[in-house]
Each structure stands twice: as C-alpha cells, then as structure tokens.
T-cell receptor, first 113, second 112 residues
Framework: GESVGLHLPTLSVQEGDNSIINCAYS??????FIWYKQESGKGPQFIID?????DKRQGQRVTVLLNKTVKHLSLQIAATQPGDSAVYFC????????????FGSGTRLLVRP | NAGVTQTPKFQVLKTGQSMTLQCAQD?????MYWYRQDPGMGLRLIYY???????DKGEVPNGYNVSRLNKREFSLRLESAAPSQTSVYFC???????????FGPGTRLTVL
C-alpha cells in the first residue's frame, strides 16, 4: 500500500541552528502535504501545509519544500529554539484515497541548549 | 473558541467493558476524524465523517463504531474493549476532507 516514511527517527540540533526534517512519500498521486508538531502528552499541532502545485511554502520560521520528482518533503526550522523540541510528523493525502491523511511514523527533534 | 475538545482525558477499562469517547468542535468544520496512536508510531485513522450524516471506515475500524451526532459532535464507541485497544485516541476536524486537520488533546485509554 501507499506509505509515508521518515529518514531520521531522531534529530539533535544546537539551539540557534537550523533544523531540517525529511520525509519520503510513495504515492505519486498525493497532492496535499502537511507537517505536524506533537509535544509530549498533547495532540498534533498543525504547522504548515503545501499543495502539489507548489515547490516551496514559508511560514513563521518554517519552510516546507516539496520535490515531486523524487517524492520528498522537508521541513526547515530556522534558528531552532528549545520550544521546538517535539516529534514532527508529515502527512499526505490524495484524491484516490478520498483525501484521508496518511501519517508517517515521526521524527523526534531534540534541541541542545 | 475552544477548538476540538475530547472527554474523558483518561480512562481505564476491563476487558469486555464498553465506553464512548466524546469529541466536539466549535469551528463549524464539516469533516471529523478519529485516530489512534500507539507508542512510537504515527496516527492511524479509525473512522471519519466527511460531512454531517456520513461516516466511513479508515485504516483500523475493527472493534469500533462511530456516530456523527450533529455537525459539532463525533463519538467513538468501543462495544467490548480488548487490551489491543490500549492507546491514545485523538479526534480531529477540518473544514472539509483534503484540508488541514486540527486535533484535540487526546484520550489515554488503558484496557486491562
């Protein structure tokens, strides 16, 4: 079946550095992607989304890049802060799955002070 | 604007007991979802409701039933709880399917 996965289960970065979290997807028909942040004991929090007609989208300190050629999604966090420590999930959806979100297994981001 | 609310926050059941998890949203969203999250794993869709009056199975529907009570409320019922249903359950809503989903705080369920 189709799946969304992550390359790095844990990423450790120094406070102030930039972070890059990667995600690979396998459904070439996927046309909508979302990044979520989940802190311990809380529900996932929407960070940023991107549709397949775009390659890049920026938010506040975050940028999502989409490379449809290699089916790769990344989340860049600028000037990483201790509050960014969390598990990050990518999710994808497509019309052929009735636009249900399929989540990856997550990457834990640890920010070193 | 509370967003998505879930009750209860915690629940312990014995095998074979039944219970209903409640979810409500105040964002006037059309679509609502129930997920489960097991340790070290992502979220898996149990059931969803694309719009009021409709419900559909997700990836792991066995052992669960849902009711879309009205536009605001979407409940998840375990008729006969099993230890394999020990998990954290999240409800989510979105304006419609194919748009960003907003999650509630979760219900931690333990089945002994």
């Amino acid at each position: 079946g189709e799946s969304v996965g992550l390359h790095l289960p844990t990423l450790s970065v120094q406070e102030g550095d930039n972070s890059i979290i990667n995600c690979a997807y396998s459904n070439s028909a996927s046309d909508y992607f979302i990044w979520y942040k989940q802190e311990s004991g809380k529900g996932p929090q929407f960070i940023i989304d991107i549709r397949s007609n775009m390659d890049k989208r920026q938010g506040q300190r975050v940028t999502v890049l989409l490379n449809k050629t290699v089916k790769h999604l990344s989340l860049q966090i600028a000037a990483t802060q201790p509050g960014d420590s969390a598990v990050y999930f990518c999710a994808e959806s497509s019309m052929d799955s009735s636009y249900k979100l399929i989540f990856g297994s997550g990457t834990r981001l640890l920010v070193r002070p | 604007n509370a967003g998505v609310t879930q009750t209860p926050k915690f629940q312990v059941l014995k095998t074979g007991q039944s219970m209903t998890l409640q979810c409500a949203q105040d964002m006037n969203h059309n679509s609502m979802y129930w997920y489960r999250q097991d340790p070290g794993m992502g979220l898996r869709l149990i059931y969803y409701s694309a719009s009021e009056g409709t419900t559909d199975k997700g990836e792991v529907p066995n052992g669960y039933n849902v009711s879309r009570l009205n536009k605001r409320e979407f409940s998840l019922r375990l008729e006969s709880a099993a230890p394999s249903q020990t998990s954290v359950y999240f409800c989510a809503s979105s304006p419609q399917t194919g748009t960003g989903q907003f999650f509630g705080p979760g219900t931690r369920l333990t089945v002994l």
